[in-house]
């Protein structure tokens, strides 16, 4: 089975030259890590982990525990990774316990394999813009992605849908004080004056001496002192 770097698609077979069936891109398999001949073997108690750092600990726990696995004594695997007690020469075993890695390669019984070897994670996912994202969903509606906020380290699952990227959007009109607006008006714009659930448009174009709407009806001190203004032609 191989992983595509960008939708993370699991496919069986992959043929030379074929692309992803999800998102279908040709350059984004990622090695074959036989992930499942190891964890076969460290199932079978062959076989020992070593993460190297604490974010590859948790990210490996995790995925025990979507196996069904509990630390040797019955609780679950993610109340913690026991990581700061051998650092970066933490390994876990199937049971699940943890130990220091020096103790197993001197054990015959044992192999011992990175996390990165095991899952195939030796370099980093590339990270895509926004643009780039919508680019992608509307090509393939399938596409999983994960997001983060700015200054946030991990990844979180993103439900960005190609029904969200193709709804029609409308700037929300931004309100002006009346000097602003008027001057708009004198400038050939169109105004619009809000005051008690009543609008009136005032068309720049037509401008006379009075300021009046379209009931030609001259502006009130109402509208002046209380209403609400906006500049219809703004951008």
Not at 61 to 89: A, F, I, M, V
């Amino acid at each position: 089975m191989k992983d595509c770097n960008s939708c993370r698609y699991r496919e069986l077979t992959i043929w030379e030259g074929d692309p992803c069936e999800r998102c279908k891109n040709y350059d984004n398999w990622k090695p074959e890590a036989k992930l499942s001949d190891l964890w076969d073997k460290f199932m079978g108690k062959r076989l020992v982990v070593n993460c190297q750092t604490e974010e590859e600990a948790k990210k490996f726990l995790e995925y025990c525990d979507s196996k069904g696995l509990k630390w040797n004594g019955g609780d679950s695997l993610l109340r913690g990774t026991l990581y700061q007690g051998y650092g970066e020469e933490t390994c876990y075993t199937s049971t699940v316990t943890c130990g220091n890695k020096e103790y197993f390669e001197r054990e015959p019984d044992f192999e011992v394999v990175t996390y990165s070897e095991m899952f195939g994670e030796g370099k980093e996912m590339k990270i895509y813009k926004l643009e780039e994202i919508v680019k992608m969903v509307r090509e393939n509606p399938n596409l999983e992605i994960e997001g983060r906020e700015p200054g946030e380290e991990k990844f979180a699952p993103h439900f960005f849908t190609k029904d969200f990227i193709n709804k029609e959007f409308r700037i929300v009109q931004q309100e002006v004080p009346f000097l602003e607006a008027a001057k708009a008006y004198d400038e050939g714009k169109t105004i619009r004056c809000e005051l008690n659930g009543v609008k009136n448009i005032y068309d720049g174009s037509k401008a006379t001496i009075e300021i009046k709407d379209q009931g030609m009806r001259a502006i009130s001190s109402g509208e002046i002192l209380i209403g609400k203004w906006f500049v219809e032609d703004a951008e």
